[in-house]
Every structure is written in structure tokens, then in C-alpha cells.
């Protein structure tokens, strides 16, 4: 407890203490002032005097002459203070209880000062709450703040209880909520775009704000977060306008629909349509140019779905309607049982069209049983070959899906820039056309953080009554970290059909397609790619010739870091089957790949031309076939360097055929040939020759 100071200026002292002086009092004694009266005094300050001095003790022995319950030999109380002035403190498990005062002291022995008591506080007189700034104090016991006094200098009329605050919030959606965040001061009123509270969660948005009806919109409307899910909107459905931020609940415009009587929407403004979770029966026309068909539950819990019976797809973007869409985002829904058979691009698109947009993005979609002449699952394209249509494609599955011409699952045509990532295409056809899971001009299926996957596109148990039976490709593809499996062509390319220039090509596998003509995993035909197609494995696939892979009219093909396995044809080329192009195999393997022909390994067809096929650091090992593991004819060159080619009925293999043929070995290994290991056939004359491991060979 504190006391009020009583010690006085020693100049003032000194003229009370006039019983003694120098002459009178020889032997005057040393006083020390006594502030807080507990009997020992502060040493830092002295004077001399014959008569005692009141307020002044003999003893300077005080730690704090400010506290009468410290000072030499005190009882240690619960207070945080070393009463006795030994060093010593509070008793053993004591705990600080004394009240904090506004005397800048830690008077509760918490660590802090005047906590709770320090303001600044205000005055009160009509007690509303709201102070003003004149006679404001610094600090205020607690039973001082309780009447009279606020925390805030807001009151425009302290006179007035009915007056109080005049702080503004902003309301910038109009929803008569404002933002906590923004303020105001003016007592004169709130100004344009301010109410008199800060209650709004959302003030960019007119459909969240205390006690709103819930909207399917991803969120909380009504700003209460505490136990929400989005389970909460299940059967909701509301249009967003971007432009004039206003909401429309479309609940029940949707609701009456079912499967005999599909209701068909409009969007006719830029905006967002939500649809919540539920099966829906809507086919939804997007004429505006910036629009999103958002489904917040996610494709696992939304369906939109064509009914029975009738010619109907679920989503339609489409410029042959006069339409100028700029910009489409679809994500979150399955799209099921769209169908549509016509002509033009009344026929493209089973479950989705976007005929238009200069920019589309599909995300978290399944796309199931719809069929369409083009496109069974969905159909991309820009106007015209002259524009371009960007896509983005993220977690997208299309499956069962059917096309009687082109891309089984999809169909991208007419430019621009196609990404996937995480595209799973499976259990679709083509009845007679190309592309029984994907028929595309220019698409980039690639591995990325965007997705849940760790592939760009996996393409799997498709088949074309054409080529391409899991992809057709055109027009600078991509392929990386993907995967074509079990598909199936009835022509060529039982993988996939690429035609023209390859910018990339790394980490793909081919596995288990089956080709009715040629290239078995991959069909490769006039291909100018501008680097080498790197890591790609081919397992298992089967065709009439190139088991594995075809390469046709090619003059300057590499394959790095390949690997060909257990890959077999009818005729020629169980791995590789190469007819007029140039191509290298450089750190690459080929084992145990069979035919019935010629080439178990690799067989180069130069036709009327002159080719080479390079092979370089290479294993070509236990292949099987009666004429070679690697096996050409006519006007031909095989370069074999620091490889090894073993395990075969023949090495090198030359038919019988005109033209002339050159076999160049450099640091290359031939051994345990059956037959042997360079074999030569001219006019019908056998010419087995050794394997030395540098060498020439001319079959003439």
C-alpha cells in the first residue's frame, strides 16, 4: 500500500532544524527522511540536527521508503516485493493478488503496469457509450471507469444519449452492411456508400451479409461460418452478374426439371451461375462473353443430366448461333448422357460445345455416355482456322463416351493453345472415324502442380474405326509424363497417330495398344520435331508391322533413352519399323521383341530414297524373328557405334533386294547371333560375315 511522500527540500529542513548549531550542539546527529512513516529512513539523503526531526528517522536502512510494508526485518507478504530488504521475496507458493493502481507500479506483480487502467479515457455525461476527447485522462482505476467515462472520443453530442457514434462503415455493394475495415468520422452524417454499421463479412458482394438467404455460391451467406459445409446449398442454384453485382436465385427455374422434362437456360449476361450440389436436368446456352458455369460442390456431387430421350447436350458455347463468346470457365460438375447427331456444329459436342471462345478452362469435369458425330464427351474449336481457341484442362475425366467420326471422347480443332494436365480418357470410340479417345490439333498434355495427378494425360482402353485408336494428334503436340494403354486402331496407330511437328516428347508410355496396320504403340508420319523424343517406353503393343512404333516419311527422327520391350508384328518391325526416314537411337534398348518376317528389333524400309538408321550406345538384345534384329534392304546405311546387337537368329540383317546397302561398325559388339552376325543376301547368294567389332560392309 502507498503513502503519500512526506519528505521535505533539505533547504527547508535545514532552517527547521534550529535547535543546534555549530556552536550550541556539538554532537548533532544524522537524520534520514521517512516518507512512508514505517520507521527506517532513505539513506541517499541526510542532515544533521540535536533534536529529532518529525517525518525523519535515526536509520537509513530502507530498500523503499515509498512502501510502509518494506523495510529492514518485515514479514514477506503475498506482494511481489522483497519486504524485509534481505534479498529474499514472497513466500512459498504465494500468489500476486493485489489490485493494480494507476501509480505507474506493478502493483499486482505481473509483469505489467497499469494494465486496464491505462487509457486514454473519456468523458461521458449522457452515457451512451461515447466519449469526448476535452478532459480526457491518462489512466483510471477500475471503479472510476464504470460511470462516466469511455474508451472512444466518438460522441457528436455528449449532451445527448440519442446522439452517439459518428463513425461510417462503407457499403460498397449496397447491401446496407458495411465494411468493418473502412471508416468514416463525420458527425455531420454518413457520407455517399456508408451505413451506420460494419457487420458485413463480403462488402464486394450483395448476396453475403448478416441474416442473407444461402445461395449457392461456395460460402456462407449469411456471414456465419461456424459449422458450414457446402452441403448446406445442396439443391441451390443462383446467377452472379460480374457487371452490376447482382444476385438471382435460380433455384426454382431449375428444380422443376427432370428426366422427361430437361429444362433449357440462357445466360445472357456476364456473369457467374452457380449450381449446387444434386442431379439437374438443364441444358445451359452461354451468349455472353464472359461466363463461368461453376458447380462448388465438385464433380463428385453435381450432375448435370441430359434426361431421356431427345437431342440435347448440356453445355453449348456456339458462334453458328450469332453468338460472341469471349471467355468460358466450366468446372466442377459430371456431364452425362448428351447427344447430338446433325450436321455442322450442331453435331460436335456431346456433353460440351465451345464453338468460340478465345479462351476456355475445364476443371474437376467427368463426362460420361454422351455421343455426338464428332467429339462423343466434348468439342473445342475457335470461329475459323484463322483464330485461335486457348484451352485449359485440368482434372477432366471423358468416358464411354461415343463418336461415329472423329475423337471418341474429344475433339479440338481450328488453333490455339491446348495444356492438360490430369486429362483421363477412357472407354471411348470412334466408330469409323480417327482418334477413339482424343482427336486434337495441337494439344500439350503435361504434369502439373495445378492438378491432383502426377500425369498429363492418361488415355486408356479407347479404340478408332480409324487411326489413333487412344489419340490423333496434329499440329505441334506435346506429349509428357503420360500414358496410352490398351487402345485400339483399326488402321494405324493403336496408341497414338501423330502427323506433323512434334515440339516435345518425353516420358510417355505405350503399352498393351494393339494396331490393325501399323505402328502398334505409335504411328509417327511426317514428323519434324525440333529435338529428340526422349524416355519413352514401349511394352507389349502389337500390329502388322512396327509393333511398337511406326516411323514414316521422317527424315530426322531420335529416339533417346527409349526402351522396347515384348512388342511384336505380323511382318516386319517387332519394335521398329522405319520406311523412308531418318532416325538414331541413342542410349536406347530394345530386348525381346518378336515377328514373323524380318527385324525383330528395328527393320528400315528406304523405299525409292536413300536412308540411315543410326544406332548409338545402344542394347539391342534376345529378339526374335527369322531374318535379324535389325534388318533393312535397298539403298540403305546401318551405323552401329559403341552398341552391342546380340541374341538373335541374325545381327544385321540385308534382304534380297536391289539397291545398295552399307554397314558401318564402330566399337560395336555383334555376339551370340545364331546365324550370324552381318548377313548379307545378293541375287539370291548368301554372305554371312564375322562380327568384328570395327568394321565395313558393303551388300552391293
Same mark, same amino acid.
Given at each position: 500500500?502507498?503513502?503519500?511522500?512526506?519528505?521535505?527540500?533539505?533547504?527547508?529542513?535545514?532552517?527547521?532544524?534550529?535547535?543546534?548549531?555549530?556552536?550550541?550542539?556539538?554532537?548533532?546527529?544524522?537524520?534520514?527522511?521517512?516518507?512512508?512513516?514505517?520507521?527506517?529512513?532513505?539513506?541517499?539523503?541526510?542532515?544533521?540536527?540535536?533534536?529529532?526531526?518529525?517525518?525523519?528517522?535515526?536509520?537509513?536502512? #530502507? &530498500? /523503499? !521508503?515509498?512502501? %510502509?510494508?518494506?523495510? $529492514?526485518? *518485515?514479514?514477506?507478504?503475498? @506482494? +511481489?516485493?522483497?519486504?524485509? =530488504?534481505?534479498?529474499?521475496?514472497?513466500?512459498?507458493?504465494?500468489?500476486?493478488?493485489?489490485?493494480?493502481?494507476?501509480?505507474?507500479?506493478?502493483?499486482?506483480?505481473?509483469?505489467?503496469?497499469?494494465?486496464?487502467?491505462?487509457?486514454?479515457?473519456?468523458?461521458?455525461?449522457?452515457?451512451?457509450?461515447?466519449?469526448?476527447?476535452?478532459?480526457?485522462?491518462?489512466?483510471?482505476?477500475?471503479?472510476?471507469?464504470?460511470?462516466?467515462?469511455?474508451?472512444?472520443?466518438?460522441?457528436?453530442?455528449?449532451?445527448?444519449?440519442?446522439?452517439?457514434?459518428?463513425?461510417?462503415?462503407?457499403?460498397?455493394?449496397?447491401?446496407?452492411?458495411?465494411?468493418?475495415?473502412?471508416?468514416?468520422?463525420?458527425?455531420?452524417?454518413?457520407?455517399?456508400?456508408?451505413?451506420?454499421?460494419?457487420? #458485413? &463479412? /463480403? !462488402?464486394?458482394? %450483395?448476396?453475403?451479409? $448478416?441474416? *442473407?438467404?444461402?445461395?449457392? @455460391? +461456395?460460402?456462407?451467406?449469411? =456471414?456465419?461460418?461456424?459449422?458450414?459445409?457446402?452441403?448446406?446449398?445442396?439443391?441451390?442454384?443462383?446467377?452472379?452478374?460480374?457487371?452490376?453485382?447482382?444476385?438471382?436465385?435460380?433455384?426454382?427455374?431449375?428444380?422443376?426439371?427432370?428426366?422427361?422434362?430437361?429444362?433449357?437456360?440462357?445466360?445472357?449476361?456476364?456473369?457467374?451461375?452457380?449450381?449446387?450440389?444434386?442431379?439437374?436436368?438443364?441444358?445451359?446456352?452461354?451468349?455472353?462473353?464472359?461466363?463461368?458455369?461453376?458447380?462448388?460442390?465438385?464433380?463428385?456431387?453435381?450432375?448435370?443430366?441430359?434426361?431421356?430421350?431427345?437431342?440435347?447436350?448440356?453445355?453449348?458455347?456456339?458462334?453458328?448461333?450469332?453468338?460472341?463468346?469471349?471467355?468460358?470457365?466450366?468446372?466442377?460438375?459430371?456431364?452425362?448422357?448428351?447427344?447430338?447427331?446433325?450436321?455442322?456444329?450442331?453435331?460436335?459436342?456431346?456433353?460440351?460445345?465451345?464453338?468460340?471462345?478465345?479462351?476456355?478452362?475445364?476443371?474437376?469435369?467427368?463426362?460420361?455416355?454422351?455421343?455426338?458425330?464428332?467429339?462423343?464427351?466434348?468439342?473445342?474449336?475457335?470461329?475459323?482456322?484463322?483464330?485461335?481457341?486457348?484451352?485449359?484442362?485440368?482434372?477432366?475425366?471423358?468416358?464411354?463416351?461415343?463418336?461415329?467420326?472423329?475423337?471418341?471422347?474429344?475433339?479440338?480443332?481450328?488453333?490455339?493453345?491446348?495444356?492438360?494436365?490430369?486429362?483421363?480418357?477412357?472407354?471411348?470410340?470412334?466408330?469409323?472415324?480417327?482418334?477413339?479417345?482424343?482427336?486434337?490439333?495441337?494439344?500439350?498434355?503435361?504434369?502439373?502442380?495445378?492438378?491432383?495427378?502426377?500425369?498429363?494425360?492418361?488415355?486408356?482402353?479407347?479404340?478408332?474405326?480409324?487411326?489413333?485408336?487412344?489419340?490423333?494428334?496434329?499440329?505441334?503436340?506435346?506429349?509428357?509424363?503420360?500414358?496410352?494403354?490398351?487402345?485400339?486402331?483399326?488402321?494405324?496407330?493403336?496408341?497414338?497417330?501423330?502427323?506433323?511437328?512434334?515440339?516435345?516428347?518425353?516420358?510417355?508410355?505405350?503399352?498393351?495398344?494393339?494396331?490393325?496396320?501399323?505402328?502398334?504403340?505409335?504411328?509417327?508420319?511426317?514428323?519434324?520435331?525440333?529435338?529428340?523424343?526422349?524416355?519413352?517406353?514401349?511394352?507389349?503393343?502389337?500390329?502388322?508391322?512396327?509393333?511398337?512404333?511406326?516411323?514414316?516419311?521422317?527424315?530426322?527422327?531420335?529416339?533417346?533413352?527409349?526402351?522396347?520391350?515384348?512388342?511384336?508384328?505380323?511382318?516386319?518391325?517387332?519394335?521398329?519399323?522405319?520406311?523412308?526416314?531418318?532416325?538414331?537411337?541413342?542410349?536406347?534398348?530394345?530386348?525381346?521383341?518378336?515377328?514373323?518376317?524380318?527385324?525383330?528389333?528395328?527393320?528400315?524400309?528406304?523405299?525409292?530414297?536413300?536412308?540411315?538408321?543410326?544406332?548409338?550406345?545402344?542394347?539391342?538384345?534376345?529378339?526374335?524373328?527369322?531374318?535379324?534384329?535389325?534388318?533393312?534392304?535397298?539403298?540403305?546405311?546401318?551405323?552401329?557405334?559403341?552398341?552391342?546387337?546380340?541374341?538373335?537368329?541374325?545381327?544385321?540383317?540385308?534382304?534380297?533386294?536391289?539397291?545398295?546397302?552399307?554397314?558401318?561398325?564402330?566399337?560395336?559388339?555383334?555376339?551370340?547371333?545364331?546365324?550370324?552376325?552381318?548377313?548379307?543376301?545378293?541375287?539370291?547368294?548368301?554372305?554371312?560375315?564375322?562380327?568384328?567389332?570395327?568394321?565395313?560392309?558393303?551388300?552391293?
Amino acid at each position: 500500500m502507498n503513502r503519500p511522500q512526506q519528505v521535505l527540500p533539505l533547504v527547508l529542513l535545514g532552517l527547521l532544524a534550529t535547535g543546534c548549531d555549530a556552536e550550541d550542539c556539538k554532537g548533532a546527529d544524522r537524520w534520514y527522511p521517512d516518507a512512508d512513516g514505517d520507521g527506517f529512513g532513505d539513506g541517499e539523503h541526510a542532515d544533521a540536527s540535536c533534536d529529532p526531526i518529525e517525518g525523519w528517522s535515526r536509520s537509513d536502512a #530502507d &530498500c /523503499d !521508503d515509498g512502501d %510502509a510494508t518494506v523495510y $529492514p526485518g *518485515a514479514e514477506e507478504i503475498c @506482494d +511481489g516485493q522483497d519486504n524485509g =530488504c534481505d534479498g529474499g521475496g514472497d513466500p512459498a507458493g504465494c500468489e500476486v493478488t493485489a489490485p493494480e493502481q494507476c501509480d505507474g507500479l506493478d502493483n499486482d506483480g505481473d509483469g505489467l503496469v497499469d494494465e486496464g487502467l491505462t487509457g486514454p479515457w473519456y468523458p461521458d455525461e449522457d452515457g451512451d457509450g461515447f466519449g469526448t476527447a476535452e478532459g480526457a485522462e491518462d489512466c483510471l482505476e477500475e471503479s472510476d471507469q464504470e460511470d462516466g467515462w469511455a474508451s472512444n472520443a466518438d460522441d457528436c453530442d455528449d449532451g445527448d444519449a440519442s446522439v452517439g457514434v459518428g463513425v461510417w462503415y462503407a457499403d460498397v455493394d449496397g447491401d446496407g452492411y458495411g465494411d468493418p475495415e473502412v471508416t468514416w468520422t463525420d458527425c455531420a452524417g454518413a457520407p455517399a456508400a456508408y451505413v451506420d454499421n460494419g457487420d #458485413d &463479412c /463480403d !462488402d464486394s458482394d %450483395a448476396g453475403v451479409r $448478416p441474416g *442473407a438467404p444461402e445461395l449457392c @455460391d +461456395g460460402r456462407p451467406n449469411d =456471414c456465419n461460418a461456424e459449422g458450414w459445409t457446402s452441403g448446406d446449398e445442396a439443391g441451390l442454384a443462383a446467377f452472379h452478374d460480374v457487371v452490376d453485382h447482382v444476385w438471382t436465385d435460380l433455384t426454382s427455374t431449375f428444380a422443376v426439371g427432370h428426366a422427361g422434362n430437361v429444362i433449357a437456360h440462357e445466360i445472357d449476361r456476364s456473369g457467374e451461375l452457380y449450381i449446387c450440389e444434386g442431379t439437374w436436368y438443364v441444358e445451359l446456352f452461354a451468349t455472353a462473353s464472359n461466363v463461368s458455369i461453376l458447380g462448388p460442390a465438385g464433380s463428385g456431387a453435381t450432375t448435370l443430366d441430359a434426361g431421356q430421350g431427345g437431342l440435347r447436350r448440356l453445355i453449348t458455347a456456339d458462334t453458328s448461333l450469332q453468338l460472341e463468346n469471349d471467355v468460358l470457365t466450366v468446372e466442377g460438375f459430371t456431364l452425362r448422357g448428351g447427344y447430338v447427331e446433325a450436321p455442322e456444329t450442331s453435331g460436335y459436342g456431346g456433353c460440351l460445345l465451345a464453338w468460340s471462345p478465345a479462351r476456355v478452362t475445364l476443371r474437376d469435369l467427368v463426362m460420361e455416355e454422351c455421343t455426338a458425330d464428332r467429339g462423343g464427351g466434348m468439342t473445342v474449336s475457335a470461329r475459323s482456322g484463322d483464330t485461335s481457341a486457348d484451352v485449359t484442362i485440368v482434372d477432366v475425366e471423358i468416358r464411354d463416351c461415343t463418336a461415329y467420326d472423329d475423337g471418341g471422347g474429344a475433339y479440338f480443332v481450328n488453333g490455339g493453345e491446348r495444356t492438360a494436365a490430369g486429362l483421363w480418357i477412357h472407354d471411348n470410340e470412334a466408330v469409323s472415324g480417327t482418334g477413339g479417345g482424343l482427336h486434337a490439333g495441337g494439344l500439350h498434355c503435361m504434369s502439373s502442380s495445378e492438378s491432383a495427378t502426377t500425369y498429363g494425360c492418361l488415355i486408356e482402353d479407347n479404340i478408332s474405326g480409324g487411326n489413333g485408336g487412344g489419340a490423333y494428334l496434329t499440329r505441334d503436340s506435346i506429349l509428357e509424363d503420360s500414358i496410352l494403354a490398351r487402345n485400339g486402331a483399326g488402321a494405324d496407330g493403336g496408341g497414338a497417330y501423330l502427323q506433323g511437328t512434334v515440339v516435345h516428347f518425353a516420358g510417355v508410355e505405350f503399352s498393351g495398344n494393339d494396331a490393325a496396320a501399323d505402328g502398334g504403340g505409335l504411328y509417327l508420319q511426317d514428323l519434324f520435331p525440333e529435338e529428340p523424343l526422349q524416355d519413352a517406353v514401349f511394352i507389349d503393343n502389337s500390329a502388322n508391322e512396327g509393333g511398337g512404333v511406326m516411323v514414316n516419311s521422317s527424315p530426322d527422327v531420335t529416339f533417346e533413352r527409349a526402351s522396347f520391350t515384348g512388342n511384336r508384328s505380323t511382318y516386319e518391325g517387332g519394335a521398329v519399323f522405319l520406311l523412308e526416314s531418318e532416325v538414331e537411337l541413342v542410349d536406347s534398348t530394345i530386348e525381346s521383341n518378336t515377328n514373323n518376317v524380318g527385324g525383330a528389333a528395328v527393320y528400315l524400309n528406304p523405299g525409292a530414297g536413300s536412308f540411315t538408321l543410326d544406332i548409338n550406345n545402344s542394347l539391342i538384345t534376345n529378339n526374335t524373328s527369322p531374318d535379324g534384329g535389325v534388318a533393312t534392304q535397298g539403298d540403305s546405311t546401318i551405323i552401329c557405334d559403341s552398341s552391342e546387337i546380340s541374341g538373335g537368329t541374325y545381327g544385321i540383317y540385308r534382304g534380297n533386294n536391289h539397291g545398295q546397302s552399307t554397314i558401318e561398325l564402330s566399337d560395336c559388339v555383334l555376339q551370340n547371333n545364331s546365324e550370324a552376325d552381318v548377313y548379307c543376301v545378293v541375287s539370291g547368294t548368301s554372305h554371312p560375315y564375322g562380327g568384328a567389332a570395327t568394321d565395313s560392309y558393303t551388300c552391293p
